[in-house]
C-alpha cells in the first residue's frame, strides 16, 4: 500500500515536470493551434504582405514595401505594379532577380537562392513540416526581451539550421536566431530577429513588425513593420515571374556573361567579342553590375575575370578599380584587393566605398 501511495505522489511530481519542458513536436504542435489552427493554416493559397516600411542604419523605406507567396512555391518580392521600382525578386520553379539598370534578369545559385527558396509558404515553414523534409528537435529555452520562451532548431532538408524561440505562454515565435552575412559581401554575423505585433487576418495571426539585432552587441541591425496582410487573394501566375522586355545588344552580352560565369575562357571569349563588334557601347557600369553578381553567386574567377577586363579597359575610372579590389577581396587575395583600392583612392579621393573597404582589409 505505502509503495502504491509513493508511486501515485511520483506520477503527481513528474507530470508537472515534463508540461513544463515540452517536447518539440508539442510545442509545434500548440504553436500551430496558437497561430488559428493546423487546417486553417493549411488551406492558405496566397499571402500578400503590403505596405512595409524597410528600416537599416539611417536609411528608411518608401513605406511601399511588398512580397507575396502562393501555393506551390511562388514568391515575389517588390510590387509587379509598381512601374518606378529599380530592383525585384522573387522564385517560379527558381530564384530570380531583376535589375532596372542595366535591365538584366540573373538566376541566382548560393546563398542568394538559398534566402529565397527558404520562404516560399504561405503558411510558414512549421505547418506540415515532415512532409516538407524538415527536422525539428529541442535545444535550450531562451529569456526574450523578459518573456520566457521554448527553444527548437528547424532543420530544413538542405541543412540549413534556425533556432526558433517560442513565448511560454502564448506559443507563438518570438524570436529566431541564425548566422548568417547580412549583405552579399559582409562577414557572417550572429543575429536574432523578434516578432511582435500579431494581429488576426482571416482567423490567422501573423506577425506584423520583425526587428533583426546582432547578438555580440544588440545593435539593431534592421526591421520591417508591414500595414497590411491580406489572404487567399487571386495572383496572377505572372507576378512572380520576371519582368519581359526586348534585351538590347548590351542586356544580353551582360546576361551571356553571366550565364558563362563558371568558365573564365568563354568570359573572355565573350567579352573580347563584344567589345570589337560594339566599340561604341559603353560597357562600363554593365560589367561593373554582372560582376558583382558573379561574386556573389560565388563565382569569385570569373568576377576577378571580367572585373579585370573592366578595370584595364577603364583605367581612369575609380568604380571599376574599386570592383576589381572587391573581386580580389571575395577571393581572399588581400595584398591585389589593397592595391586597387588604393588605386580607386588615387583616381577619386572622395571614393567612400573604396576608403571603408582599404581600412577594412588593411584590419584583416
Known amino acids: 500500500m505505502i509503495r502504491l501511495i509513493s508511486a501515485v505522489a511520483l506520477l503527481f511530481i513528474v507530470a508537472p515536470l515534463q508540461a513544463q519542458h515540452p517536447s518539440a513536436e508539442e510545442i509545434v504542435a500548440r504553436h500551430l493551434e496558437a497561430r488559428g489552427g493546423a487546417q486553417r493554416l493549411e488551406a492558405l493559397k496566397t499571402v500578400v504582405y503590403r505596405k512595409g516600411t524597410y528600416h537599416e542604419g539611417s536609411y528608411t523605406g518608401s513605406g511601399r514595401a511588398f512580397m507575396a507567396m ?8 517588390g510590387d509587379p505594379a509598381d512601374t518606378s521600382a529599380d530592383f525585384r525578386e522573387g522564385y517560379d520553379g527558381s530564384a530570380w532577380e531583376w535589375y532596372r539598370s542595366p535591365c538584366i534578369v540573373v538566376r541566382t545559385v548560393g546563398a542568394a537562392n538559398a534566402a529565397s527558396r527558404h520562404n516560399l509558404d504561405p503558411e510558414g515553414p512549421l505547418s506540415g513540416y515532415r512532409a516538407k523534409g524538415t527536422r525539428i528537435e529541442r535545444i535550450d529555452d531562451a529569456s526574450i526581451d523578459g518573456r520566457k520562451a521554448y527553444g527548437v532548431l528547424v532543420t530544413l532538408r538542405d541543412g ?32 536574432e530577429e523578434r516578432f511582435g505585433d500579431y494581429r488576426a487576418v482571416d482567423g490567422i495571426l501573423f506577425p506584423f513588425k520583425a526587428t533583426e539585432a546582432e547578438i555580440a552587441t544588440g545593435k539593431e541591425l534592421s526591421s520591417m513593420q508591414w500595414g497590411g496582410i491580406d489572404v487567399n487573394r487571386d495572383l496572377p501566375r505572372e507576378w512572380f515571374s520576371p519582368p519581359q522586355f526586348t534585351r538590347a545588344p548590351l542586356q544580353d552580352f551582360l546576361e551571356h556573361l553571366y550565364y558563362e560565369r563558371a568558365d ?8 573580347f567579342a563584344f567589345r570589337r563588334a560594339h566599340p561604341e557601347i559603353d560597357t562600363r557600369e554593365g560589367i561593373e553590375v554582372i560582376g558583382y553578381q558573379m561574386l556573389k553567386m560565388g563565382d569569385n574567377a570569373g568576377g576577378i575575370a571580367v572585373l579585370a577586363m573592366n578595370a ?12 576589381l579590389g572587391r573581386a580580389y577581396n571575395a577571393a581572399g587575395d588581400k595584398l591585389r584587393a589593397q592595391q586597387s583600392f ?23
Open 70 to 77: 502562393a501555393r506551390p512555391y511562388f514568391k515575389i518580392v
Open 160 to 191: 540549413v539550421a534556425t533556432q526558433y524561440f517560442f513565448d511560454q505562454q502564448t506559443f507563438l515565435i518570438v524570436a529566431t536566431r541564425h548566422v548568417a552575412p547580412i549583405h552579399a559581401f559582409g562577414a557572417a554575423v550572429a543575429s
Open 312 to 323: 584595364a579597359d577603364y583605367p581612369q575610372s575609380s568604380t571599376s578599380a574599386f570592383g
Open 342 to 364: 588604393e588605386r580607386a583612392l588615387q583616381l577619386d579621393p572622395n571614393n567612400k566605398r573604396a576608403s571603408d573597404a582599404l581600412a577594412l582589409v588593411r584590419r584583416q
Open 264 to 271: 573564365t575562357s568563354a568570359l573572355r571569349w565573350t567579352y
